[in-house]
């Protein structure tokens, strides 16, 4: 590769072997949920993982898909730009911080430069900006800057399919503002684990999980808590319901509005869709997702 990193080896995303080479490193996708910014995994949760007191998440059919398409969208860029020999890489680490580790999609080199390539699916376009820009998911663009900081590179291609047939590309550029937001946070996470400080609760999902696993026994006994903590899970679910309610009763509002269509809108945006029942079921109402305006990570962590 360069001066810049050293090759670990080549190991199968989420194996034994994949994890084992981050137990004392932290990898892309791993710093998004540092910074509270990854939808799958958080500070607490990848805590705990690395202690081994946690599991990942199981695989799924969206984490399948997404390897399994890896290929083609590969073959989609290759054919598109036939300056670059586009090749995997394996895994690396940064010669100066070993534990800041990568594993890019794949390697581009060309006559006159280096560059990665990642390579991600989307069921909508919702977080995606115009072709051609940096206008991708936050968590994705955390992700390729710390690959680029830990390879020395300084230009990472962003091929994305979105819904199964809408290919787009976009391109990221290494900058010192954002990884060093990246590497502070990083170096403070992994202290934390030598200290043995763990992160505090939040409500991400990943953390009510992590919570749920690490205590799997019932025991028949009773544990007096706060009285303070009581009063915020009563008012929760309080509020939760209350919620629930107001939901449900504008969603009945929207379907009774749409009538027999199929979506609405307000000033051409999506709000929500009428879907299809199961079996004899009647089409309910779905949530359209909100639009969010990419940001970097400086202002987002």
Known sequence: MNAAAVRVGTFEPGSAEWFAARASALGG??????????????????????????SAADDNAVMRW?????DPIARAFAAA?????????????SRARRWQVATPDR?????????LLEIKTAHNADEWGEPGTDEIPIYYRTQTLWQLDTLGLSRAHVAVLISGSDYREYAVDWNIAEV???????????????RDERPDIDEHTATYRTVRALHPRIDDVEVE????????????????KAAEDAKRRAAAEVLDALGTGRRAVVDGESIAIRVPGTGDSPPSLRPSPIRSTPQKVSAAA
């Open 29 to 54: 996708s791993e710093v998004a949920a540092v910074l509270g910014l990854s939808p799958w995994e958080s500070r607490f949760s990848l805590w705990h993982r690395k202690k081994g007191a946690a």
């Open 66 to 70: 997404g390897r399994w398409l890896e």
């Open 81 to 93: 730009h036939p300056e670059y020999r586009v090749r995997r890489c394996g895994t690396w680490a």
């Open 107 to 115: 390697l581009l080199s060309s006559l006159t430069e280096r560059a």
């Open 180 to 194: 060093s937001v990246l590497r502070e946070a990083a170096r403070e996470f992994l202290d934390t684990l030598e």
């Open 225 to 240: 808590i706060a009285a303070p903590l009581a009063d915020r899970y009563r008012a929760a679910v309080a509020e939760h």
